[in-house]
């Protein structure tokens, strides 16, 4: 159905101005006060026809002036919704409300909400201030809004590019591995059909100088040619290298979550400053982090959207880390259905809950395998937290500091949970001191509580009790409060980086390593070749950096105890993957499996196989796989 047969389903007096493709999304334009506010049977008829969103939004014409409009809205809304700023997009004839609680703006059955487009004659967009100021989340939404011109024409080009056909049954996909096929790292897979494009993920591997990048010189693939980027969340592993395709010609979309986009820039902006400061240079600069920023199509879980001539992508929720999502893509006309988990946890943590397995048709499933090997098998969280507790009551009781390093997405932030109850329990009641970028990140966090688990929204929206604001929580933001921290009396520092490469965490070595009161817990992986791991081992005089040029001391004496805590990660154990593939609510034809190392991708994927009696493959980076 073309855009003139849209409009000649609508009813009559409706008074559109302007009809065009936004992304996925349909938008219409009206003179009539009536049509915008109040939502029409014809236009819920041609949503469900068209599998479509669409929006109905007033002509600029009959928008009430913005300062009229703004007195309006703040009027209107509920003194404790807490209002903030209130921006004009007059491009897309929309009001932006910055609000502390947007649930109030909205209004019963959406009552309030109704009233303000009304009353002002503007499509209202509600975006929550966060408990926790962002700058990252400022800058974001600054960047979208200061280029909402450009963006209308990005969105309408890529409405237009996309169309609604979908093509024939007939055709063929295909996948091909620039990076994670039998590695961790430089996640990046090209999926191609007839008529399309699609890069899932794209990622470098920070743990390796050689093979840092994905393979873009892969013959088939070329910037030119890419549709769309799905970024399945904000690891570096999976988008550390997304800027570097803004800044070598790529100017198509990339979808993902809104939290994804926020937390993405944080750990872009960090890699490049370490690559700096490491290497004397990064891929690329700060110029990709805004352009690929400019281009994001923000998705919700559940949301459907045509990406291509040919497909249609619904994300679902990971339960990895905050926004982490699964990516389920429906290729041609009922022609082939993939879905690719990025990385899963199926399985209860604090943040999350388990990643969703409900998929209508999944033919063929990408799946990762970090903990797919045989050997891995994790703890159980309650002994290790009952483990943690005892830790951190013995290193108290004897006038010391527990050190965690961690990292600074996921992990950190369900320790805080952790910690808060605790406190809440009364079972500590020292301060929890959080260093490096685990503030930042705690704040988008507040941003996007929409994405934690239920429980957790339940806790913080009914209760009131947000933990990532529990009063234990002190942040750590210059080397001055830092050594405060040193030299203070007993405590818990969670500070980055996880595997003791870099970061704060260095310098809380080099001045508590040699008092045996203390303790230095770890709660992650520790890679082979970093120091994490050589402390782990047991080694005590560890080769340390030297801060500055008049710094000589080149090695430090590890006197403070070493623990380690697991139980607190973000990834499936093997009895855990292998429990998704059992309950996908529709069985695939055939399970793919990256993320991984060699081995125990093999090893794992011969069980599945023997287990389900599907197909498994564990190709190598630059393989195809024809899927259809
Ligand atoms: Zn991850
Ligand atoms: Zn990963």
Request: aromatic share 8%; net charge positive; glycine share 8%.
């Amino acid at each position: 159905m073309n855009l003139n047969e849209i409009k000649g389903k609508l009813p009559a007096g409706s008074m559109i101005t302007k009809i065009l493709f936004e992304g996925s999304d349909i938008v219409l334009y009206t003179k009539n006060r009536n049509f915008f506010v109040e939502s029409s049977q014809e236009v819920r008829d041609l949503v469900q026809l068209l599998r479509k969103r669409i929006d109905i939004r007033p002509d600029v014409a009959i928008c009430e002036k913005q300062d009229v409009a703004a007195a309006k809205i703040r009027k209107i809304a509920p003194t404790e919704a807490e209002v903030g700023e209130i921006l004009f997009e007059p491009e897309f004839s929309r009001v932006i409300i910055y609000a502390k609680k947007p649930g109030l703006i909205i209004g019963k059955q959406g009552q309030t909400l109704k009233e303000i487009k009304g009353e002002t004659c503007w499509s209202p967009v509600i975006k929550r201030i966060p408990l926790i100021e962002s700058k990252i989340v400022d800058k974001a939404r600054e960047i979208i809004h200061s280029e909402s011109k450009y963006r209308q024409r990005f969105l309408n080009r890529i409405g237009e590019q996309i169309r609604m056909d979908k093509g024939s049954k007939e055709g063929w996909v295909r996948v091909s591995f620039l990076g994670s096929a039998r590695e961790v790292g430089r996640s990046a897979i090209l999926l191609q059909t007839k008529r399309s494009r699609v890069l899932l993920d794209c990622g470098v591997n920070v743990a390796s100088v050689a093979d840092r990048h994905p393979f873009l010189e892969a013959p088939e693939f070329d910037i030119e040619d890419l549709d769309a980027v799905i970024i399945s969340h904000a690891h570096l592993d999976h988008a550390g290298f997304l800027p570097y395709l803004y800044e070598y010609g790529y100017d198509g979309p990339t979808y993902l979550t809104a939290p994804t986009r926020d937390i993405m820039i944080l750990q872009q902006l960090d890699y490049i400053k370490t690559m700096q400061n490491e290497t004397g240079g990064a891929p690329y600069t700060s110029k990709g982090i805004k352009s690929a920023v400019k281009h994001s199509i923000i998705m919700d879980y559940g949301h459907v959207a045509d990406i291509t001539a040919d497909m249609r992508l619904t994300f679902h929720n990971a339960g990895h880390i905050l926004g982490s999502a699964i990516s389920h893509i429906h290729i041609g006309e009922g022609l082939h259905n993939l879905v690719y988990t990025g990385d899963l946890k199926y399985g209860k943590s604090r943040l999350f809950d388990p990643a969703s397995m409900n998929f209508q048709r999944c033919e063929s499933l990408i799946m990762e395998s970090t903990y797919g090997g045989m050997t891995a098998k994790m703890p159980s969280k309650y002994e290790s937290e009952k483990k943690f507790i005892s830790i951190i009551k013995d290193t108290i009781k004897r006038g010391g500091k527990v050190v965690v390093p961690s990292f600074a997405v996921g992990r950190a932030q369900e320790l805080m949970i952790f910690f808060a109850e605790l406190a809440d329990k009364k079972l500590i009641d020292v301060p929890v001191y959080l260093d490096g970028m685990i503030w930042d990140v705690t704040a988008i966090h507040t941003t996007y509580p929409e994405f934690l688990s239920r429980d957790l929204q339940k806790q913080i929206f009914h209760y009131s009790n947000n933990p990532f604001v529990n009063k234990i929580f002190k942040r750590v933001a210059s080397p001055a409060e830092r050594k405060k921290v040193i030299e203070g009396g007993p405590a818990i520092i969670i500070t980055t980086s996880g595997m003791v490469t870099g970061g704060p965490i260095m310098e809380y070595l080099r001045c508590l390593a040699d008092d045996e009161k203390n303790t230095l817990v770890f709660v992650g992986y520790q890679a082979e070749g970093t120091l994490g791991r050589s402390i782990q081992m047991g080694w005590r005089n560890l080769p340390m950096p030297s801060r500055n040029a008049s710094d000589t001391r080149s090695t430090i004496r590890m006197k403070m105890q070493v623990e380690t805590a697991s139980g607190f990660g973000a990834h499936s154990d093997r009895a855990q993957l292998t429990n998704y593939v059992s309950r996908l609510k529709s069985r695939p034809e055939r399970v793919i499996l990256n993320h991984g190392e060699a081995r125990s991708i093999v090893d794992f994927g011969r069980n599945l196989h023997k287990m389900f009696k599907i197909e498994t493959q564990f190709p190598h980076n630059l393989d195809a796989l024809r899927l259809k």
